[in-house]
Structures are given as structure tokens and as C-alpha cells.
């Protein structure tokens, strides 16, 4: 069974960098194929896709958001950090993280997401 | 404004069939799968379908999908009370080495 979980600050102030970890199981990021994606929804709005990273280390950025994205992954410890530099209130959204396949069912777990607010 | 077009809103009567467009280009929709989500309110989006057509195990039949050139569309029969969620549309965009989504469309059960 394939579960993710975000974790990190619920309250970021403007400027700051936000730190996201996506803890998971069910699967294992050493496995050909499988990747995990981020992806953000800001209030009442819809998704929108900020980096993914496969097993094999090819890391992918959302363009308009590349400068201030960075993706890793910790094998061993079934995790992916997503860090996200210079927070403007207008990041303020619910971030997911998702299982990716080049499979057929390509995203298809997803966590429950975490809201992080942005803030003074 | 989101990659993939859809209407915000579209609603149907318990019974009726609905269906919900989602258009795109040549290098999302155009040359790779479309998926669908739905999303309940303050829950994680869940998959509906992959690849055009196919549904995930549970997900009952009277959910299909389809997809023609730079379209696709999403359709429910038999209209629950149950299906009132949003709807995402979402596909690999070859230019941007992504994924797109669509800006959702909300789903009222009258």
C-alpha cells in the first residue's frame, strides 16, 4: 500500500525559505521508474505543478518557479525535500506530494497535503 | 491561468449524464495521455482515469473519459449526489517537461 505525508511549517514569513519533507512507503525511489512530484493548490484554486524528481536523479522544475525550487530525494530514508527560497504571500497554498510512475497510472497517490501559510 | 482549459462550473440532476471538456495543445494533450481527478473539499485529489480511458479498479463505470486531438473530455452517467466534487484534467506538457493541469471544473449535484 503506497502512503505520502508532508511535513513541514505551517506559518513561513515573507523572504524566507520554506522546507517541505514528503515522508513515504509502499514503494522505493531506488525502483526504475517510479518518481514523486510536488504540487501546490492556493486556496480556492487549482493545482499546480512545482518540481518531481525520478529514481534515477532527473529532477524537473515548474519553469516560472525553477530559481527558487530545489528537489532532492534521501533513498534510504523513503524521503523527498522540496525547498522553495524567497516566500511571498502569494505562495500561500496546500502542498502535495504524489507518487509518479512512468507507468501507466502515472500520478496516482497522492499525500493529504500540508497548507503553509505565508505571512508577516 | 492554467495550461488546460476547462469550464468552472457544470451541474446535472441525479440520474442525468454530464460531461466536462478539457482543451489543450499540441504539446500536452496533443502528443501524450490525459488523466482526470476529483477532488472532495479539504481532501487530496484522486485519480478518476489514466490514460484517456481507463479507470482505476473501484472507480465505477459510469466514469469514462475520452480524448480527440487537442480535447478530451470527462463523462458521468447516472448522476449521484456522491459525484459533487472538482474536477481536474491534467496531461504531460512536452514544452514545459511537466505536468499541466486544468483549472478545475466544480460539479453540482441539483
Known amino acids: 500500500q503506497i502512503t505520502l505525508k508532508e511535513s513541514g511549517p505551517t506559518l513561513v514569513k515573507p523572504t524566507q525559505t520554506l522546507t517541505l519533507t514528503c515522508t513515504f512507503s509502499?514503494?522505493?525511489?531506488?525502483?526504475?521508474?517510479?518518481?514523486v512530484v510536488w504540487i501546490r493548490q492556493p486556496p480556492g484554486k487549482a493545482l499546480e505543478w512545482l518540481a518531481l524528481?525520478?529514481?534515477?536523479?532527473?529532477?524537473r522544475y515548474s519553469p516560472s518557479l525553477k530559481s527558487r525550487l530545489t528537489i532532492t530525494k534521501d533513498t534510504s530514508k523513503n524521503q523527498v525535500v522540496l525547498t522553495m527560497t524567497n516566500l511571498d504571500p502569494v505562495d500561500t497554498a496546500t502542498y502535495y506530494c504524489a507518487h509518479l510512475t512512468t507507468g501507466a497510472t502515472w500520478i496516482d497517490y497522492w499525500g493529504q497535503g500540508t497548507l503553509v501559510t505565508v505571512s508577516s | 491561468q492554467s495550461v488546460l482549459t476547462q469550464p468552472p462550473s457544470a451541474s446535472g440532476t441525479p440520474g442525468q449524464r454530464v460531461t466536462i471538456s478539457c482543451s489543450g495543445s499540441s504539446s500536452n494533450i496533443g502528443s501524450n495521455y490525459v488523466y482526470w481527478y476529483h477532488q472532495l473539499p479539504g481532501t487530496a485529489p484522486k485519480l478518476l482515469i489514466y490514460?484517456?480511458?481507463q479507470r482505476p479498479s473501484g472507480v465505477p463505470d459510469r466514469f469514462s473519459g475520452s480524448k480527440s486531438g487537442t480535447s478530451a473530455s470527462l463523462a458521468i452517467s447516472g448522476l449521484r449526489s456522491e459525484d459533487e466534487a472538482d474536477y481536474y484534467c491534467?496531461?504531460?506538457?512536452?514544452?514545459?517537461?511537466?505536468?499541466?493541469f486544468g483549472g478545475g471544473t466544480k460539479l453540482t449535484v441539483l
Open positions: 491534467a496531461a504531460w506538457d512536452d514544452s514545459l517537461s511537466g505536468p499541466v
Open positions: 524528481i525520478y529514481w534515477d536523479d532527473d529532477k
Open positions: 490514460r484517456n480511458n
Open positions: 509502499g514503494f522505493s525511489l531506488s525502483t526504475s521508474g517510479v518518481g
